[in-house]
Each structure stands twice: as C-alpha cells, then as structure tokens.
C-alpha cells in the first residue's frame, strides 16, 4: 500500500520528483530515467511504474534548458525498445508457466490475462497500441512470447511502437510544458494524461463485464 501511495504522489508532483532528480544526480538523471523507463516496459512485475506523464514532464524540463530533448530522444527510445525485446524474451521463455502463479505483492494474473485476451483480439498491432495503454503495454510483448510471434515480425512492431510513443510524449511537453497554463495546472494535467491513456483498458473491461 505504501509504494501505491508512493506512485501516486510521484504521478501527482512528478515535476518536483524530477527536479530532486536533478539537483542531486546531474547529467545522471538520463541514466536513472532510461532505467525506469526500462522497468516499466521490460519487467513484468513492475506495470506500474509510471510513464506517460513522465515523458511529458521530462519534456517540459527539456523545454526549460534543465535536459537535453535530443538525448532524452535517443536515449528513452532505446530503453522502450529494448524493454520490450526483454518482456518478448521473458515470455517466449518461461511465459506459459506464469499462467500457473498466483498472485502476488508485484504480479497480478489478472493483468496478464486482460492483456492476453488483448492480444488476442488485435494480435501484433498490440504491440504499438499497447505503448499508450499504461499495465497493457508491460505485458503485451510478454504474451507476443507465449504467443511465439516471430521475432522479425516483433520487432518491427516493437521499434515503431516505442520510437512512437517516447517521441510523442516528449515532444507534447516540450511544445506545451512551459505554457502558463499548464505550468499553474501540472496536477490536473498529469491526471488527464493518466486517465486518457488508462480510458482503453476501462472501456474494454466494461465491454468485457457486460458480455460476461
């Protein structure tokens, strides 16, 4: 319960996080941001490490002169794509056994088998759907393993997908970050930006129950 508070605080102040960051690592800052970045789309059991909002905000720092938007680019989209070729790896390997744990403090079965019957329904184009989709998008690659999906094939997807979505969540806040507006109401946009990107994962979940 405490690292869900913790997350949500962090969601909710995100800037202030960011700049502890910054006054404390320095130029060390890319490295810690590509290793959450990493976490959050290439280690199954950590979903919900957050993501879009973060972008945003290290866009807005960008924008600012604190970071540098080229190396926040380059670097980000290297940990998206390479997070995801470890989840694909993860779940060509030892994924068909994961359907058999229960759950757990850091694994929910139930999001594994949401994103699944994701898969399922939309087969590769999940991959790129999935990177604005926040839980769906650390688990979809680990079922285009089970799925054993070429590794060609996944790629392709994978590369365009996480490019996609580093450079759209970067560029917004470096275009619109520093606006007055959205620097007085950063709380509220955080918030819309999470429920935007959680709205497809409700939706689906409410059509799912009114099926069932």
Do not use: C
């Not at 060609?152 to 917004?172: A, D, E, M």
């Amino acid at each position: 319960m405490d690292i869900l508070f913790f997350l949500i605080d962090f969601i909710i102040h995100i800037d202030k996080y960011i700049s502890i960051v910054l006054q404390f690592f320095g130029v060390w800052t890319y490295i810690i941001m590509f290793l959450v970045v990493f976490g959050e789309t290439g280690l199954v059991v950590t979903p919900i490490l957050p993501g879009d909002s973060l972008l945003f905000a290290l866009g807005t720092f960008a924008a600012k002169g604190d970071l540098d938007i080229v190396v926040l680019l380059v670097t980000l989209s290297i940990a998206a794509v390479l997070g995801d070729a470890v989840d694909y790896s993860a779940g060509k390997y030892i994924g068909p056994k994961v359907f058999r744990y229960e759950d757990s403090r850091f694994f929910k079965k139930e999001y594994l088998e949401r994103t699944h019957n994701f898969y399922e329904k939309h087969g590769g184009k999940t991959i790129i759907i999935a990177r604005f989709m926040p839980i769906i998008r650390t688990f979809a690659p680990f079922v285009a393993g089970i799925g054993r999906m070429g590794y060609l094939r996944f790629l392709s997807y994978n590369i365009f997908g996480g490019v996609f979505w580093i450079v759209s969540f970067l560029l917004l806040g470096y275009k619109f970050g520093t606006l007055p507006f959205v620097q007085k109401n950063f709380f509220m946009i955080a918030v819309v930006i999470v429920f935007i990107s959680i709205l497809p994962a409700i939706i689906g979940y409410i059509q799912q129950k009114m099926r069932g």
